[in-house]
């Protein structure tokens, strides 16, 4: 079972899910495709968003939503969510640390 | 309805009680507040772990038949020759060892409603709380001719375990110019477009390996239900001759000693016939009374997942009634989301808390080819008028057209989701 390894290599710290944080609430589904708290399995084509500027994910998440960047996916996602849905996404996934500590 | 009034006085189990030895007695008595998830698929993973993140002081116990995960998603691409079984079983070690969940892999006899606990071989395990995820029971009433005989003859591979393997086994024997059969169950079943992703990724397999080689399709919806255009132009223009498609073909009859599966209309006598069954809630919620009487699915309140029946009992994926929760697919990607919906509801409840709304999201990747790929997917929150999940405005869509970005994408969903659920 050679994938088992890669598996375990992350995981998520305790602020993963945090009851009181809408961000980790709405967050929380997006792992299907971007991994735990926006963490990628090593080589992914689909982005990893742990600890990038809330800015720069806002406003990608406002361009997909417009139509103004292309894309398969995120476009329909983008449109499920409003502005200040988008602002607390953005700052949740910029807080997350891209790697775990060890 | 508890387990021992009903299903031992009544003889409601009385065959599966003599034929094995249910022990009543409690084990892993709880040392504090206790959430008890049955089953270690896609839903019932995805709560457990995320209760102990959510939480860390909740004791979780998972009850699991299966000594390994084995993944649905992508069972197709290992049924065509494309990924191996290795590459879909995983261990469940990590949730233990990382996350403190207790795993209990044993089989799982009843839900006893009453006193909150589940019954095992090995004896009773009670909780504050369920979270029950038990996924599917196949159903082949209506089918003349159906047997243990036709059980082997025509596998299902539409549940986690070994018959994803047979069936790759078979396709490989499959002689040139041999004819595959594969018939598809009414809708509601798991995963939408899991039929016609098969479909294509055996045609591939056929197209390479087995010149001469057809598969006919009796499928017993009116239309192809999910990415309907994209399949049909994908077995038009890349498997031209290779796929026979009739809707609107019920199956009604199978005759193992032939190999033949029927519809009203056609025999289809096949050298590897994939019968995938009608499907309702396990038989294990029919059984506890946590489905109404004539009904097919699992009732809740898509809030918090809680069963519409009893409000201690938590009910995700597949086994839910999607006229109670919305119209979301039953997948895997969709039971992962109430599987969070279900463990925040579940540790606000035990703490005192009010739980939040439930937020979640569906993406469905397929594969027609190889190469190349199509989703659909979704957004939905909760709808304080109707109750239900609803999509969001705007959020629901399927690809315009087969492309290859999605191919690569699907696979490292698979990793990623798998990693939120195992890792
Ligand atoms: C061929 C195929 C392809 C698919 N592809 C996709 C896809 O690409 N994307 C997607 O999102 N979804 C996909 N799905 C759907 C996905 O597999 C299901 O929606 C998902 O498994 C539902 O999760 P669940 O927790 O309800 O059930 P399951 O995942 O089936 O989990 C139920 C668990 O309970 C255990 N269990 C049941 N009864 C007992 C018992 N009595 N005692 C002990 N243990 C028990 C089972 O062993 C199992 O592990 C696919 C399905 C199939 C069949």
């Known amino acids: 079972m050679p994938a088992v390894l890669a598996l375990t290599l992350a995981a998520p710290g305790p602020a993963v899910a945090d009851m009181s944080d809408d961000g980790a609430r709405l967050a929380a589904p997006c792992a299907g495709c971007h991994g735990t708290a926006g963490r990628v399995p090593e080589g992914s084509v689909i982005p990893g968003l742990a600890g990038r500027e809330a800015a720069e994910l806002s406003g990608l998440l406002a361009a997909y939503r417009s139509g103004e960047r292309p894309s398969e996916e995120m476009g329909r996602i983008a449109r499920g969510y409003d502005d200040s849905e988008i602002a607390a996404l953005a700052e949740w996934f910029a807080a997350q640390p891209p790697r775990n500590e060890p | 309805m508890s387990f021992t009034r009903r299903s031992i006085l009544a003889g409601g189990a009385a065959a599966l009680v003599s034929a094995l030895p249910v022990r009543a007695e409690r084990i892993l008595p709880a040392t504090g507040p206790r959430v008890v998830v049955l089953g270690g698929g896609w839903g019932g993973l995805t709560a457990a772990k995320y209760i102990r993140l959510l939480d860390p002081g909740i004791e979780v116990v998972l009850i699991e038949r299966r000594a390994a995960f084995h993944s649905c998603p992508i069972s197709n691409w290992v049924i065509g020759h494309l990924r191996t079984v290795d590459e879909i079983t ?36 009670a909780g504050d709380r369920l979270i029950l995820s038990p996924g599917v029971t196949f159903d082949y009433t209506g089918i003349d001719g159906w047997s243990e005989a036709a059980a082997r003859r025509f596998p299902a591979a539409w549940s986690p375990g070994p018959e994803t393997a047979l069936l790759r086994a078979r396709l490989a024997e499959l002689p040139a110019g041999g004819r595959v059969a594969l018939t598809i169950p009414p809708s509601p079943y798991r995963c939408p477009p899991g ?46 001759g290779i796929v026979d498609y009739r809707p609107d073909s019920p199956l009604v009859q199978v005759d193992a000693s032939t190999g033949t599966v029927s519809s009203d209309f056609d ?84 703490t005192g808390n009010e739980a939040p709304p439930p937020s979640l999201i569906n993406t469905c990747y397929s594969l027609v080819s190889a190469e190349e790929g199509a989703s659909v997917g979704a957004v939905y929150g909760y709808d304080v008028e109707t109750g239900l999940l609803e999509v969001r405005p705007g959020s629901s869509g399927v690809s315009s057209q087969r492309s290859a970005i999605v191919a690569l994408q699907a696979w490292d969903w698979a990793r990623a989701i798998w990693q939120d659920m195992l890792g």
Do not use: C
């Open chain 2, 90 to 125: 995983h261990s469940y070690a990590a949730l233990s060892e990382r996350h403190g969940i207790r795993i209990l892999h044993t089989e799982v006899e009843a839900v006893d409603v009453d006193a909150k606990a589940i019954v095992t071989a090995d004896g009773v395990v």
């Open chain 2, 267 to 350: 025999d289809v006598a096949a050298d590897v016939a994939n019968v995938i069954p009608s499907q309702r809630a396990s038989r294990l919620l029919h059984d506890a009374g946590l489905v109404p009487d004539g009904a097919t699915w699992a009732p809740v309140d898509p809030y918090g997942f809680t069963s519409t029946l009893s409000s201690d009992i938590h009910i995700v994926g597949d086994a839910t009634d999607q006229t109670s929760v919305g119209k979301v697919p039953k997948s895997g990607y969709i039971a992962n989301s109430m599987g969070k919906v279900a463990a925040r509801a579940a540790v606000a409840a035990l």
């Open chain 2, 195 to 240: 039929p016609y992703e098969r479909i294509s990724l055996i045609a591939a397999y056929l197209k390479q390996h087995k010149a001469g080689a057809t598969i006919t399709v009796l499928d017993a919806n009116q239309k192809i239900v999910s990415k309907g255009k994209i399949f049909q132009a994908a077995w038009d223009q890349l498997y031209p």
